[in-house]
């Protein structure tokens, strides 16, 4: 469904994404994971068409991306950032429905997907008559899943969405992600540096260091056979701070 | 924007039109100046020859291109100020040479009116003794005094630097002030030494010391009226008429009025009216109006400037911001265009304007247009780069298009700043829009301008005071206005409860 061919990408000079290349299978959810500046955010924006290849091409539901169709290419993948992007001035409600009704929804058909989405994602339907000022961090994060959701897209982007959350909270929404996403069975591409994240949502993990993937393969596989020290060394890096912690507590 | 300017140029049209029945005689910001056109007004109405008078405007140049342009008939001048900064023929040096000249240009002018009012060098009278000044020679010595000269004397063709030149004077310690605050500066002692009108009211009421002119270097400035040769059409008699101005005015009787009108508190009117009772024993009708009644017309024709102007500039100064705010390159050609225009002098603005627009409203409308854009264009750019790129990212992630992004997101966050920049437009056009009295388009400007000229307080806190409290109101109507038009949840500061 996501196809990434012989991507380049240059910000002032430098490659920060050097030819690479990566099939995303459906209804899986794919987590890219790596060390800061090692492109997984370019290549996630890449994928929406809010950053350009210098070279290569992107194809999604096997449509080249151009800078002709991202629009309505767009209107069928959904995009959650790390702080939400919720619009201030709107309530989370229209927040959620404000695509919904730019296409001409009807206002039932509108109330009701807020309904079912507030049940998926456990947030009261009152809690939607907020302004995003009024809402804690993991309900902001819910209502952009929401808002990402509304139109029921084939594909989810996912840019570290549980980044800006205290551990509590970080917990709490991973699971109901989880849950999420094996209900709905979608296409997942998600981003972040935490490797329990990845553990726990990723059917398949993409390492990746300098703008190369360094492999790209289930947990299990990487844990076993890596195809580079890094590869070894980052998964381990993530676990230490437990190990010291259970060390102590023995 | 094409339905922006056609409207405006329809504006200009009617009002031109409106304006086109009386006769319209001018004056400058001087009280000899106000008291003869009005002399000569109230002279064409004792005749049952409609008139208007266009009291006070802005200076010399401004006055002779509207004579020129046809936006006044008729108005009082000086022989030296015609020939040396109007028409700056050094080579004229008779008044049939003077009147052929005119001619070519379709003005007309009468005989002297008789008496001379020409630049003087006045200095207080324990400076004259002090330093022993009897004559403009004498200051070649003393080049610690200070000078203080009108704005117009000050680069007039005949005025300073040419004085400079003429005497070899060494004094550098020279500044630009209003005629009337120079008086006020000389007695303050702020100032040594000031130029002045030979007829000016103030030389007897101070005592002030006249320095002779003994390198003859002023001019005659032998009062005239000039009026368009066209104007027989509508007037056949108005040589005859005008005619009976000449020779009439002596030298003490125009300082008698002069100081009249500003010793005495007596209005031009009156002064005009006393005047044309005795040599033409004609009784005019003197229109006086209550404070009350003035205070509304100012009022309105305030009003009038400052939401129209404001308005025509946030149709303009909108658009172009977010034009501005989709190219950044762009964006800075139109921030130092409008920043350009912000920094032209106002009388230069309305001085430029004047061929294509006349004098009155729109002159000044086009002026407080223009002087409006920069703080609302400024802020429409910086509320919509302003906004977070993670909004940004959201908005174009949802697939929505650019007019729609603009309407339903960009413009939403940018209100709070696109409304600051309007406030900001509209106090600031408040204060400007006294300019309007400098150009005979009324409003507050109007007492402030006759009040500093008259050194009269209550007529300037006439103007004033309504400018302030309006400023104040347009400050609070605008406070409202966000209340109103931002969203509830731009206005809620961030909760930390999670």
């Known amino acids: 469904m996501i196809k990434l061919d012989h991507i380049r990408k240059i910000f002032d000079g430098n490659e920060v994404i050097h030819d690479l290349s990566l099939d995303i299978p459906d209804q899986k959810t794919v987590v890219l994971i790596g060390p800061s500046g090692c492109g997984k955010s370019t290549l996630l924006r890449l994928m929406i068409g809010l950053l350009w290849p210098d070279k290569g091409s992107i194809s999604l539901f096997r449509k080249t991306l151009t800078r002709e169709n991202a629009e309505l290419l767009r209107q069928q993948v959904g995009f959650v950032l790390q702080d939400g992007g919720l619009f201030p001035h709107l309530t989370a409600a229209q927040n959620i429905s404000l695509m919904a009704k730019y296409l001409n929804r009807p206002i039932e058909w509108i109330e009701g997907r807020l309904i079912e989405l507030c049940e998926l994602t456990h947030l009261s339907r009152s809690i939607l008559d907020r302004y995003p000022r009024q809402l804690s961090g993991g309900q902001v994060q819910r209502v952009a899943l929401m808002r990402a959701l509304m139109l029921d897209p084939e594909i989810l982007f996912l840019d570290e969405p549980l980044g800006a959350l205290d551990p509590l909270h970080r917990v709490g929404l991973q699971e109901d992600m989880k849950a999420i996403f094996n209900r709905l069975g979608k296409t997942v591409v998600m981003v972040t540096h935490d490797m329990g994240e990845a553990a726990s949502l990723g059917d398949l993990i993409v390492m990746m260091r300098g703008g190369h993937i360094l492999q790209h393969d289930t947990l299990s596989n990487l844990s076993a056979n890596p195809s580079d020290p890094f590869v070894t060394e980052f998964i381990n890096a993530q676990r230490k701070p437990w190990r010291h912690l259970e060390d102590q507590i023995q | ?498």
């Open chain 2, 1 to 498: 924007m094409k339905y922006l300017f056609f409207l405006l140029t329809l504006l200009v049209i009617t009002l031109s039109s409106l304006q086109a029945q009386p006769v319209k005689v001018g004056s400058k910001k001087f009280t000899e100046s106000v008291i003869l056109g009005e002399a000569i007004t109230q002279n064409l109405r004792s005749d049952d020859i409609s008139a208007i008078h266009k009291d006070q405007l802005g200076g010399t140049r401004l006055l002779w291109n509207a004579l020129v342009q046809g936006e006044l008939d008729i108005y009082p001048d000086y022989t030296g100020t015609i020939i040396h900064e109007i028409l700056q023929e050094e080579t004229i040096n008779s008044t049939d040479e003077l009147r052929q000249a005119l001619g070519t240009m379709g003005i007309k002018m009468t005989a002297h009116l008789g008496f001379n009012n020409t630049y003087a060098i006045g200095v207080a009278p324990e400076t004259a003794r002090k330093y022993n000044l009897k004559s403009i020679s004498d200051l070649r010595g003393h080049d610690q005094l200070r000078f203080g000269f009108t704005n117009e004397f000050m680069d007039r063709e005949d005025g300073w630097p040419s004085l400079r030149d003429h005497y070899q004077l060494p004094q550098s310690n020279v500044r630009g002030l209003d005629h009337d605050l120079a008086y006020k500066g000389l007695e303050a002692g702020s100032i040594d030494l000031i130029d002045l009108y030979s007829t000016d009211a103030e030389i007897a009421y101070y005592q002030l010391a006249i320095l002779k002119d003994d390198l003859q270097h002023f001019p005659d400035y032998r009062a005239v009226i000039l009026y368009r040769a066209d104007l027989v059409e509508r007037i056949p008699n108005i040589d005859e008429f005008l005619g009976q101005f000449s020779g009439v005015i002596s030298e003490t009787q125009m300082i008698q009025m002069n100081s009249a009108v500003k010793l005495n508190g007596l209005p031009e009117a009156q002064v005009a009216q006393d005047f044309l009772q005795k040599h033409f024993n004609i009784s005019s009708r003197v229109e006086t109006s209550s404070r009350l009644t003035r205070l509304i017309d100012t009022t309105q024709e305030h009003l009038f400037l400052v939401i129209l102007s404001l308005s025509a500039a946030i149709l303009v100064a909108i658009p172009l911001g977010i034009w501005g705010a989709r190219n950044a390159s762009l964006g800075q050609v139109i921030l130092s265009t409008v920043g350009v225009i912000q920094t032209i002098p106002s009388l230069a603005l309305l001085v430029f304007m004047i061929p294509l627009l006349g004098i009155g409203g729109p002159p000044a409308l086009v002026a407080l247009f223009l002087y409006s854009l920069l703080p609302i264009v400024r802020n429409t750019i910086s509320g919509l780069t302003g906004i977070p790129l993670d909004i940004r990212e959201s908005a174009l992630a949802l697939g929505l298009p650019a007019s729609a992004r603009l309407k339903l997101i960009e413009l939403p966050l940018a209100t709070q700043s696109i409304l600051a920049g309007i406030k900001t437009s509209a106090v600031i056009n408040v204060g400007t829009a006294t300019l309007g009295a400098l150009i005979g388009a009324g409003g507050y400007g109007q007492p402030i301008l006759t009040g500093i000229r008259l050194d009269d307080t209550a007529l300037i806190l006439e103007g004033a005071i309504p400018a302030a409290a309006l400023a104040l109101l347009v400050q609070w109507g605008f406070d409202l206005a966000e209340r109103t038009l931002l969203s509830p949840g731009l206005q809620i500061t961030q909760e930390s409860s999670s």
